[in-house]
């Protein structure tokens, strides 16, 4: 088992920045790539990106050049979010997938954002 604890959500200005964590553990040996997806109000929940293993990223074309995810070990990683809009409110999610997994295997409680124009 692997447990997920976010933090670092808020309310921020349009244009302004954050920073989410998401620190892992338990099982944390088992944890292929990390991420953070999120969701708003009455929309489907949508990847915003990926971090594996070997350090390859990825990003919903939304973010691309506005967030960045970095991971300091299996345990930790973090979404820097810049130039943020308000479209970018909704509660972020934490996740984390294991080798030979093909969707998230555990996720956190969820941090909400919140972007005011």
């Known amino acids: 088992q692997v447990q997920l604890v976010e933090s670092g959500g808020g309310l921020v200005q349009a244009g302004g920045s954050l920073r989410l964590s998401c620190a892992a553990s338990?099982?944390?040996?088992?944890?292929?790539?990390m991420g953070w997806y999120r969701q708003a109000p009455g929309k489907q929940r949508e990847l915003v990106a990926t971090i594996t293993s070997g350090g390859g990223t990825n990003y919903a074309d939304s973010v691309k050049g506005r967030f960045t995810i970095s991971r300091d070990n299996a345990k930790n990683v973090y979404l820097q979010m810049n130039s943020l809009k308000p479209e970018d409110t909704a509660v972020y999610y934490c996740y984390a997938r294991i080798y030979g997994a093909l969707s998230p295997s555990y996720w956190g409680q969820g941090t909400q954002v919140t972007v005011s124009s």
């Open positions: 338990g099982s944390t040996f088992s944890i292929n790539a």
